[in-house]
T-cell receptor, first 113, second 111 residues
Framework: QQQVKQSPQSLIVQKGGISIINCAYE??????FPWYQQFPGKGPALLIA?????SEKKEGRFTISFNKSAKQFSLHIMDSQPGDSATYFC????????????FGTGTRLQVTL | DVKVTQSSRYLVKRTGEKVFLECVQD?????MFWYRQDPGLGLRLIYF???????EKGDIPEGYSVSREKKERFSLILESASTNQTSMYLC??????????FGDGTRLSIL
């Protein structure tokens, strides 16, 4: 049973455009929603995270939007750059699970010139 | 800067072999994790350790075991390798809470 559904599977965006990746979750006990960025040949790196008490969190060109009632959250990359080309994973966890994360299936982003 | 080092980038083993994957972190982190990454499935937790000699099963522990004799080292053991264990294996660490720092992975092929 997949608890975190991520879309799209792949995404091509022109340089300067906005990249949007969406995730939906089922377990209402989830209370922490991180995003990871993974470059080819490298392990994932924690990019940005949000808790459900806020609807939006912004760090530089990266913004997480959170809709608690719809059980959805999304990553927006503003002014997308070729260096942003990577695979992005959303994830979710809840307090008391000994630090276990449930990952989405990943979105491969390609930013073209 | 935190470094998580996995001993091998690529490994080829035969069915039935006992396989050891090693991971070392250099920041005295309490937590260490082993994940496997498969296309279309994302990352799935195999085992988690929150202290020396302490471990907890993840979502897919079957066919695997782990060892943490020293704080900086976390080993994943495939007791009798099978072809369905061909995958990318990722080690991670964190001081507390969720995995923050990942190694670059070991791509394991079981023939």
């Amino acid at each position: 049973q997949q608890q975190v559904k991520q879309s799209p599977q792949s995404l091509i965006v022109q340089k300067g455009g906005i990249s949007i990746i969406n995730c939906a979750y089922e377990n209402t006990a989830f209370d922490y929603f991180p995003w990871y960025q993974q470059f080819p040949g490298k392990g994932p790196a924690l990019l940005i995270a949000i808790r459900p008490d806020v609807s939006e969190k912004k760090e530089g060109r990266f913004t997480i939007s959170f809709n608690k009632s719809a059980k959805q959250f999304s990553l927006h990359i503003m002014d997308s750059q070729p260096g942003d080309s990577a695979t992005y994973f959303c994830a979710a966890s809840y307090t008391g699970t000994a630090s276990k994360l449930t990952f989405g299936t990943g979105t491969r982003l390609q930013v073209t010139l | 800067d935190v470094k998580v080092t996995q001993s091998s980038r690529y490994l080829v083993k035969r069915t039935g072999e006992k396989v050891f994957l090693e991971c070392v972190q250099d920041m005295d982190h309490e937590n260490m994790f082993w994940y496997r990454q498969d296309p279309g499935l994302g990352l799935r937790l195999i085992y988690f350790s929150y202290d020396v000699k302490m471990k907890e099963k993840g979502d897919i522990p079957e066919g695997y075991s782990v060892s943490r004799e020293k704080k900086e080292r976390f080993s994943l053991i495939l007791e009798s390798a099978s072809t369905n264990q061909t995958s990318m294996y990722l080690c991670a660490s964190s001081q507390q809470g969720l995995p923050q720092h990942f190694g670059d992975g070991t791509r394991l092929s079981i023939l």
